[in-house]
C-alpha cells in the first residue's frame, strides 16, 4: 500500500510539473533573455547589413558614374584608336 501512495504522488508531482512548464508560468509573453536575444540578433544583421549597403553603392558608383577615374581598355599594349 505504501509503494501504490509513492508512486500515485510521484506520478501526479511529475504530471504537475509538466502541466506548468508547458504553461510558462508566468502567464505568457517574452522574458528579459528573449528580448536580450532578440537585440542581440538586431545588432548581428544591422552590422551585417550595413557593410553590403555600402558595397552595392560602390559597386552602382563604378558602374554607373562618371568617366573621369576610367582607363582606356588596351589590346595587346595598343590602344583601340590606333
Known sequence: MKNTLRIIT?????????A???DGGSGGGISLIGWIFIGFMAVVITFQFMPSLMMFGGMMMSIFGKEKNRKRVV???KSGNS
Open 10 to 18: 510521484l506520478i501526479a508531482i511529475l504530471h504537475a510539473s509538466f
Open 20 to 22: 506548468l512548464a508547458a
Open 75 to 77: 589590346n595587346n599594349g
